[in-house]
C-alpha cells in the first residue's frame, strides 16, 4: 500500500465498546490492530457508563439457571422493538444476527480472560412483553484493580466511582444503597462494600466498577495480545482508494500522518451529544450541556462516513437519562439522575401545567422521550418532580446518595423548591394551585385503590425494581401528603445519541440504496441501533457495540471487504 507513513491490517477510529473486542479478534490470527482515540483517555462513553451489556441467553444466565433461548429472544425484540419503516438501523436479519453472536461474544472474550458475570436481578425494560426476562439479560465485568495496567492506568477514562478510596462496589449494589434508610438489606450491602474497600486498601488495590471496570479489563487484555492504541490521535478523514476505504488520515506526535488498512477501518467513534449544533439540526429540544458523554463524542465521524454516502438513520434518537442540572453539576462528568428516584413511591413527575403526563419508571429513553413529546403541546422541559416530607425521610434529595449533604444545599439555595402546602408549592413553580391540587389528589387515589390507573406504573417488575423493595403495600406508589412538599426541575438528559449511520448485517456501512461501501465497517452509536427506537434493557447500547466491533473483525478476516453486490439487511 504505497504513499502511507505505516500500514497495518486493520485500524480502529475510537476506544469505545467494540474497538478492542474487534482489536482481540484480529489479534488472535495475528493481525496488526491500531487504535486511534482522539483524547486522551482510553475507553469511551462506555467507561464512564454503567458498563453493563444487554446479552440474552448467555452463559451466567445457563450458569444460574435462569430460562433464556434465541427464540424467547426474538420474540421479545420482535414485540418491543418492532418492524417500523422509519429505523433502517433495525431489521429481522440484523436482529436474528445479533441474538446469535452476541452470546458467542461473551464466550470469546471469557476466553480470552476478561472477567465478566451476570447481574442477580435487572429486570428488561418491558419485561411483562412476550419473551421478557424479569430475572435480566445483563452482563458485567467484575471489579477490576486499575493498577494492573501500570503506566496505563492514567490513560483510562475515569468512571463512576473512580477514586482511589471511592466504595469498592458493583452497579447492582450501588443501586440498592438509597434505601439505606429503610433497608435492612441495602444496610448488608453497605456493610459488604465497606469490608470489601477495605480490604482493597489494606491490600493496595484501587478497584474500578461498572464501565471503567469493563474497560479497564479490555484494555489490559488488548495490550497482553498487542493491540497498538494511540491517545491524542483524532482522524480527519477515511482515505478511499479505488471505490474503497483504504485508510484514515490522523496525527502522530502532532503531525500529519497517514495510516493504510489492508483489511478495513471500523469506526467506533461515538454520536453526537456534544456537538450542540448536530443537536439543533437533529434534535431540537435538546442540549449538549445535559449529556453525560466525553467531551469527545462530536459527530464528526459520523459527518465523514456520510461525505462517503453512507445512509443514517434514528438520528433523532437518543438513550436519555432523566437529569437534574443543580448548582455545582454543571460541568459533573455524570449529572445528577433521578430515574430512581422519580420511580418510589411518594412522587411523580408534573408538566409546567402541573399535569402528570406519563409513567414515572420504565425505560429512561422512553422517560426522555416523553418529556420532549410532551413539550411540542405542552411546555414540559424542565418538568417537575413533586414529591413530600414521606419521601425525604426515607430516601434523601433526589439525585444524591444517603447522607450527602448537597441535596439540603439545593434546598437551601431554592433550586428545590420548598413550601408547607401545595398551593405555596404551586405558586414557586409557577402552576395553577387547582391543577397541582387536582393532580396529586387523583394520583394519591391510585395509590389508595393499589394501581396506577393513568400510566400503570408498578405494573412491570422493572418499575418496581426502581422503587423501594420494603414500603408496602407498592414499591413504586405512595401517597404524597405530608408537608413540606418539594419540586425540583427535571431535564431530558442522555447517556448517548442512538443514531448514526447505517450497518448491514456484516456491519459494514451501508450508503442510501443498501449498497456496501467496500473497506468500512461501524458499530456503537456511531450507527443508527439494531434495538431500532427502543431501549430493550440495560446494556443496549453496549452490548450491540461490542457485538458489531465483534462481527466487524470476524467479517474483514474473511477477507471480504471488497465491493460486492450487497444490500442491507
Known amino acids: 500500500m504505497a504513499g502511507f507513513d505505516e500500514v497495518f491490517d486493520f485500524v480502529v477510529v475510537g476506544s469505545g465498546g467494540g474497538s478492542m473486542c474487534s482489536g482481540l479478534v484480529m489479534r488472535q490470527h495475528d493481525k496488526s490492530v491500531l487504535i486511534l482515540e482522539k483524547t486522551e483517555f482510553v475507553g469511551g462513553t462506555t467507561a464512564r457508563s454503567g458498563g453493563v451489556m444487554w446479552i440474552p441467553n448467555n452463559r451466567f444466565m445457563k450458569r444460574d439457571g435462569v430460562e433464556d433461548s434465541f427464540e424467547k429472544a426474538e420474540s421479545y425484540l420482535d414485540s418491543v422493538v418492532g418492524d417500523p419503516n422509519d429505523a433502517p438501523g433495525t431489521s429481522r436479519e440484523r436482529r436474528r444476527r445479533y441474538l446469535n453472536e452476541a452470546p458467542q461474544m461473551v464466550d470469546f472474550l471469557v476466553d480470552q480472560g476478561i472477567k465478566l458475570t451476570r447481574a442477580s436481578y435487572w429486570p428488561d425494560y418491558y419485561d411483562d412483553r412476550p419473551g421478557g426476562s424479569e430475572a435480566g439479560r445483563t452482563v458485567v465485568a ?58 482493597a486498601k489494606l491490600t493496595g488495590k484501587h478497584y474500578v466498577t461498572a464501565g471503567a471496570a469493563l474497560q479497564g479489563r479490555m484494555l489490559q487484555a488488548a495490550l497482553k495480545a498487542g493491540v497498538e492504541i494511540r491517545t491524542d490521535s483524532p482522524v480527519g478523514e477515511l482515505i478511499v482508494e479505488d471505490g474503497a476505504v483504504k485508510g484514515v488520515r490522523t496525527v502522530k506526535d502532532g503531525q500529519p500522518w497517514q495510516v493504510g488498512a489492508r483489511l478495513g477501518v471500523l469506526v467506533n467513534a461515538g454520536g453526537f451529544a456534544r456537538n ?96 420532549l413529546e410532551r413539550n411540542k403541546t405542552v411546555p414540559a422541559v424542565p418538568s417537575w418532580g413533586v414529591f413530600d416530607s414521606q419521601y425525604l425521610l426515607r430516601y434523601g434529595v433526589p439525585g444524591t446518595m444517603v447522607g450527602n449533604r448537597a441535596g439540603r444545599r439545593w434546598i437551601e439555595q431554592g433550586f428545590i423548591r420548598k413550601a408547607d402546602g401545595l398551593e405555596a408549592l404551586a405558586k414557586l413553580i409557577e402552576v395553577e394551585p387547582a391543577m397541582l391540587k387536582a393532580t396529586i389528589e387523583r394520583f394519591n387515589g391510585f395509590v389508595a385503590k393499589g394501581r396506577d390507573e393513568d400510566f400503570q406504573r408498578g405494573d412491570r417488575a422493572y418499575d418496581r425494581w426502581l422503587g423501594d423493595p420494603v414500603h408496602r403495600p407498592s414499591p413504586t406508589l405512595g401517597a404524597i401528603a405530608e408537608g413540606p412538599f418539594y419540586a425540583m426541575p427535571v431535564v431530558p438528559g442522555d447517556v448517548s445519541t442512538y443514531g ?70
Open 142 to 199: 467484575e471489579l477490576f484493580d486499575v493498577n494492573e495496567l501500570g503506566a496505563w492506568m492514567k490513560k483510562l477514562r475515569p468512571g463512576m466511582m473512580a477514586s482511589a478510596g471511592d466504595p469498592a462496589a458493583y452497579v447492582e449494589e450501588g443501586m440498592k444503597l438509597r434505601n439505606l434508610k429503610v433497608s435492612s438489606a441495602a444496610k448488608a450491602t453497605m456493610l459488604k462494600i465497606g469490608l470489601r474497600t477495605l480490604r
Open 276 to 371: 450542540q449544533q448536530m443537536r439543533d439540526q437533529y434534535q431540537p429540544g435538546t442540549q449538549a450541556a445535559w449529556s453525560n458523554v466525553p467531551e469527545g463524542d462530536t459527530g464528526e465521524m459520523i459527518r465523514e462516513m456520510m461525505r462517503l454516502g453512507a445512509g443514517v438513520g434514528q438520528m433523532e434518537e437518543m438513550v436519555g437519562y432523566q437529569s437534574s442540572i443543580a448548582p455545582g453539576t454543571e460541568n459533573d462528568p455524570v449529572k445528577p439522575g433521578v430515574q430512581s428516584a422519580l420511580a418510589s413511591p411518594h412522587a411523580i413527575l408534573v408538566d409546567q401545567t402541573g399535569v402528570r403526563y406519563q409513567n414515572e419508571g420504565g425505560s429512561y429513553m422512553a422517560f426522555c422521550r416523553g418529556m
Open 500 to 569: 448514526g449511520v447505517v450497518t448491514d448485517v456484516n456491519a459494514r456501512v451501508v450508503r442510501e440504496d443498501g449498497s456496501v461501501i467496500p473497506g468500512l465497517y461501524a458499530t456503537g452509536v456511531s450507527t443508527a441501533s439494531v434495538m431500532g427506537r427502543a431501549y430493550p434493557g440495560a446494556g443496549a447500547s453496549v452490548g450491540p457495540s461490542f457485538t458489531w466491533g465483534f462481527i466487524a473483525a470476524k467479517h474483514a478476516l474473511q477477507g471480504e471487504a471488497a465491493a460486492e453486490p450487497s444490500r442491507a439487511a
